[in-house]
């Protein structure tokens, strides 16, 4: 049986106007249309593409309706195109091969992107989580090239909104604007001296809260996220004794004896075992802050970025 327009069939007809996305056929029933050109039968061409045949009679019916003409006469024999469906045929096949040019370069775009990762992390969770964190990335995309930007929380930012880096982990009260975060995990504060520190010596041996804020101490540079939360937890701190830019120098100065510290716990296991470092109880504060990914807004984090954030917070 042949039809000239499917209008005269089903009293319908394609309505002329609204976007591109109403007026032309979407890309899986464009393939079943070559699939049918192909194969000659409308039942070969849904197993083809893994449909029932229901479901791609439904959809060249569909874009017969959208089209206002009649594509394909069935029959028992198979399914035959009709002139009107050659010719549609053709422009499908021109459009299928542009979605398929479409699909490679983004795929491209993709292999690019997967290709590396650039991550700025805090000092804290640089040197003693990030690196078994990457370890197991490793095994996920042993092709991904890995670079890393160690600085304080304020630095870290900064590269994250500068497009800088992919992927960011601060230690900081708060997260600076223009920055979405996600928790990964909370870290604890610790009072340390060196043994022979007058603190480590008292009978007593914790300090108040008034005290620590009152008392120079061996600290990170301004920026850093032990310093932020310190500072916010206590109200305020006394002038530093000693600013220095990372912690296996606080760490140091600390055993030398040369004042107090406060460190995150994950950066003091060798030294608390070893008593070269010991530590001094706080009353009064609660010194703890929670570690978190950041990304600027509206972007969150994809291919390799995302699987790391995905094994942060396995």
Same mark, same amino acid.
């Given at each position: 049986?042949?039809?000239? !327009? +499917?209008?005269?069939?089903? $009293?319908? &007809?394609? =309505? ?10 979407? @890309? %899986? ?115 991904? !090239? +890995?670079?890393?930007?160690? $600085?304080? &929380?304020? =630095? ?10 992919? @992927? %960011? ?146």
């Amino acid at each position: 049986m042949s039809r000239d !327009a +499917v209008g005269r069939d089903e $009293g319908t &007809s394609a =309505v002329p106007g609204g976007g591109l996305a109403h007026r032309v056929p979407e @890309l %899986g029933a464009l393939e079943l249309l070559l699939a049918v050109a192909r194969l000659g039968s409308l039942g070969r061409a849904a197993r083809e593409l893994g449909i029932t045949q229901p479901a791609a009679s439904s959809r060249i019916r569909s874009m017969e309706r959208q089209l206002g003409v009649a594509l394909v006469d069935r029959s028992p024999r198979g399914s035959r195109l009709t002139d009107a469906g050659a010719l549609v045929t053709d422009w499908a096949r021109r459009v299928v091969e542009a979605a398929e040019a479409f699909d490679a370069g983004a795929q491209a775009l993709r292999d690019r992107r997967d290709s590396r990762l650039r991550v700025a992390a805090s000092m804290t969770i640089a040197e003693y989580l990030l690196p078994g964190w990457l370890i197991a990335l490793r095994g996920q995309r042993p092709d991904t !090239a +890995v670079s890393l930007i160690a $600085g304080n &929380s304020t =630095v870290v930012a900064e590269r994250v909104l500068s497009g800088e880096a992919d @992927l %960011g982990f601060v230690e900081g009260v708060s997260v600076a604007g223009g920055l979405d975060s996600v928790v990964i995990a909370h870290d604890r504060l610790i009072v340390v001296t060196a043994p022979g520190h007058a603190w480590a010596r008292r009978r007593t041996l914790s300090v108040t809260a008034g005290e620590l804020g009152a008392t120079p101490l061996i600290l990170r540079e301004k920026g850093s996220g032990t310093r932020q939360v310190l500072d916010e937890a206590l109200g305020g701190l006394a002038r530093p004794l000693i600013e220095l830019s990372s912690t296996t120098a606080v760490k140091a100065s600390a055993a030398s004896g040369a004042g107090p510290a406060v460190l995150s716990e994950l950066a003091l296991g060798e030294e608390l075992s070893a008593r070269r470092l010991v530590e001094i109880p706080v009353e009064g504060v609660r010194l703890s802050r929670a570690l978190r990914a950041v990304w600027p807004v509206g972007h969150r984090p994809a291919g390799p970025a995302r699987d790391l954030l995905a094994l942060t917070r396995s």
